[in-house]
């Protein structure tokens, strides 16, 4: 707790305590702007635009944080969602595409979050740029999926990229090689926000530059930032004036979320001729998603809900699957025309996120952030569709790559589908341990990605590598123990294994 709470909560126990802690936060907001002031004066002309809309955009959220108390929801208005306001995609499906499909796709736009790094898969830059299948990258893939669209329903179907300062240099660069694709790609760079030291709760930052002893002085502030920052960009008109009506939002890196017509379908032509304004693709909890953030009934509006937000003492009742069922997939479809209004009213609501962050001097520090599913409660009509597991395909980790590069789906036009050969439509289970975290070290470990096909479970922990063509069946737990090494042989076929000890191939 910073020592400015200490002083706050110490004051409100006293008499004209409010009154107290009235002027401790007014002199903490004025401090805060006069830093913020200070950092502006050191903008050149070509900066100074964008950064005092940033530096306005994180006083406003900065305010919000100063004026919120306790858990930002209260667990006894917390409700299941009424049935009909989360569809099931198979009911959406059955009422099939209409002749005019092409009509409907034209007004369509496909943003994908590009703002993080692969720095936990120990990659250097753009996480987007990371390759996942047969050389091509997430980036890779998007592309091919919108222009196989374009060619087959003869439309205009545009890419957004939304950046973060950390991923825009380096997407730009690699943008070039799309230029003869048929699939226009536009970018805008989300906020760039000052982190603020957790005692004081002051900006780090001494200047605007994010260079040399600034660099961690600054963050991109969560995706909820995607309204602000696309409308300022300009390209939310721009889209409105060419008759676009809907975005498609997903994170880059959910190789599950392809543009679906049926849902697109939807939203242009509802059954009850009233359209949606949002709609978020929710999916059944399994045991691997007992954190996701899940959709709720809160004081009459659909609501997401997130770990963060929930009580301690009501923690394990939020991650049971039986009550609540369903987690956001963050592939949402939102109408342009309501993004537009809702900015223009600043009437779009979002929890704030406090993000803790320990620097690599020691420095403790906070970021503020946002979630793009919270604005759902600011939008009308809003509805959830359960859609299959099989739209939500996030590549975090080496594990996550494993499944995708592997046998279980096979690659068209840039979708991955689950292989019809695998008996069982779900997903194995995938543990690599730490010698694999990184993509450099895992490829390294796997002379080729082995047949997955029968696969239900694996565990892999130490030393260990894989020869060419291994086959892995059942469930198998591959063990090396410390100074240990295990060689997989080629052509090995475990079903069903544990393997554990030490297993040296060596070459003679």
């Given amino acids: 707790m910073s020592r400015f709470v200490q002083d706050l909560s110490k004051a409100m126990s006293q008499d004209g305590a409010s009154q107290f802690q009235e002027v401790i936060l007014q002199e903490l907001e004025l401090s805060v702007k006069k830093e913020l002031e200070k950092i502006l004066t050191t903008a050149t002309s070509h900066e100074f635009e964008h950064t005092k809309k940033d530096l306005d955009g994180f006083r406003k959220l900065f305010h919000r944080?100063?004026?919120?108390?306790g858990p930002s929801v209260d667990w006894g208005k917390i409700q299941r969602p009424p049935e009909d306001s989360i569809q099931p995609y198979e009911k959406i499906k059955a009422r099939g595409l209409p002749d005019n499909i092409s009509s409907v796709l034209n007004k369509l736009v496909v943003v994908k979050l590009n703002g993080g790094l692969g720095t936990s898969m120990g990659c250097k830059g753009p996480k987007s740029l990371i390759g996942v299948r047969n050389e091509n990258t997430f980036l890779d893939l998007t592309v091919q999926q919108i222009e196989h669209l374009n060619k087959t329903y003869n439309t205009d179907v545009p890419l957004v990229l939304m950046n973060s300062f950390?991923?825009?240099?380096?997407?730009?660069?690699?943008?070039?090689?799309?230029?003869?694709?048929?699939?226009?790609?536009?970018?805008?760079?989300?906020?760039?926000?000052?982190?603020i030291n957790k005692e004081s709760l002051l900006p780090i930052a001494k200047d605007v530059s994010y260079s040399g002893e600034n660099t961690e002085a600054w963050y991109p502030p969560g995706h909820g930032d995607i309204y602000a920052s696309f409308y300022n960009s300009g390209l939310l008109d721009t889209f409105i004036e060419e008759g676009k009506e809907y975005i498609f939002?997903?994170?880059?890196?959910?190789?599950?979320?392809?543009v679906d017509l049926y849902i697109l379908n939807h939203l242009m032509n509802p059954p009850n001729g009233k359209r949606c304004e949002f709609v978020m693709e929710v999916t059944n909890k399994t045991r691997a998603d007992v954190k996701g953030g899940t959709l709720t009934q809160y004081e009459g509006k659909l609501r997401l809900v997130e770990i963060a937000q929930v009580p301690k003492a009501?923690?394990?009742?939020?991650?049971?699957?039986?009550?609540?069922?369903?987690?956001?997939?963050?592939?949402?479809?939102?109408?342009?025309?309501?993004?537009?209004?809702?900015?223009?009213?600043n009437a779009i609501d979002m929890e704030i996120i406090v993000n803790p962050k320990t620097l690599d001097g020691g420095l403790n520090v906070i970021q503020l952030e946002?979630?793009?599913?919270a604005a759902i409660k600011s939008f009308e009509n809003s509805l959830g569709i359960n859609v299959p597991r099989s739209r939500f395909l996030p590549v975090k980790t080496t594990s996550d790559l494993l499944l995708v590069m592997s046998n279980l789906y096979s690659l068209n036009a840039g979708s991955l589908?689950?292989?019809?050969?695998?008996?069982?439509?779900?997903?194995?289970?995938?543990?690599?341990?730490?010698?694999?975290?990184?993509?450099?070290?895992?490829?390294?470990?796997?002379?080729?990605?082995?047949?997955?096909?029968?696969?239900?479970?694996?565990?892999?922990?130490g030393d260990v590598t894989f020869g060419k063509n291994v086959s892995l069946k059942g469930t198998v737990i591959i063990i090396a123990n410390h100074g240990d090494r295990i060689d997989i042989p080629p052509g090995a076929v475990l079903e069903n294994k544990i393997v554990s000890g030490n297993l040296r191939i060596l070459d003679h």
């Fill in 249 to 258: 939002v997903s994170n880059i890196d959910n190789l599950g979320a392809t």
């Fill in 65 to 69: 944080f100063l004026q919120e108390k």
């Fill in 370 to 373: 946002t979630a793009v599913g």
């Fill in 166 to 195: 950390n991923t825009d240099e380096d997407t730009k660069k690699i943008l070039q090689k799309y230029n003869h694709c048929r699939v226009k790609i536009y970018t805008f760079n989300q906020s760039r926000y000052p982190r």
């Fill in 417 to 461: 589908t689950m292989s019809e050969k695998r008996e069982f439509p779900t997903v194995p289970l995938v543990k690599l341990g730490s010698s694999f975290t990184k993509v450099q070290d895992y490829l390294r470990r796997f002379e080729s990605i082995p047949d997955m096909l029968e696969l239900d479970h694996l565990t892999v922990s």
């Fill in 314 to 345: 009501h923690v394990d009742e939020f991650k049971s699957v039986s009550k609540f069922k369903i987690f956001n997939t963050n592939n949402l479809w939102i109408s342009l025309a309501a993004v537009k209004r809702l900015q223009e009213q």
